[in-house]
């Protein structure tokens, strides 16, 4: 049975919250992560744990897919607690945290985990996750710590 490819579309601040809870547990190396800053666009491509199989109830063994993050007007991008000469450092994802700025802009704030962050500053929220090619077979499955 042929999964098929994910692709979401984000323009407000609940549909970020959607995408961001698709991304929830996705591994990031630091080497995937591009700001094309004459573009205005802003990327990250991620492993992605495919947890809408999980919750489904689907007795499939667990799965990663490749997956492209894409942040459109992007105005500026900074980034906290990440070392981009260390282009072989994996970042693992917990959320997309989102403000609205007194200009207007938007700060999304995407944040991993050891309080490592990237702030992006958009003029809008026109973000988009885009699923590519096959998933993959993953013998370990995220696991949370109960407080």
């Known amino acids: ?17 959607v995408i961001s809870a698709h991304l929830q547990d996705s ?18 491509q991620l492993s992605r744990f495919m947890w809408e199989d999980v919750e489904k ?13 894409k942040f459109e007007n992007v105005i500026k ?12 450092k994996f970042l693992d994802f917990l959320t997309i945290e989102t403000n609205v700025m007194p200009d207007n802009n938007y700060e999304m704030n995407i944040i991993f985990a050891g309080d490592s962050i990237i702030k992006v500053i958009s003029e809008v929220i026109e973000v988009f996750l885009d699923d590519q090619g096959s998933a993959w077979d993953t013998k370990n499955m995220p696991k949370h710590k109960v407080i």
């Open 27 to 44: 591994i990031v190396n630091v080497s995937d992560i591009a700001n094309l800053e004459k573009n205005k666009i802003f990327l990250i």
């Open 77 to 88: 991008v900074h980034s906290k607690n990440i070392n981009q000469s260390k282009n072989d």
């Open 57 to 69: 109830g689907v007795f499939r063994k667990n799965k990663r897919i490749r997956t492209v993050l």
């Open 1 to 17: 049975m042929r999964v098929k490819n994910l692709k979401l579309i984000a323009r407000t601040e609940d549909d970020l919250k």
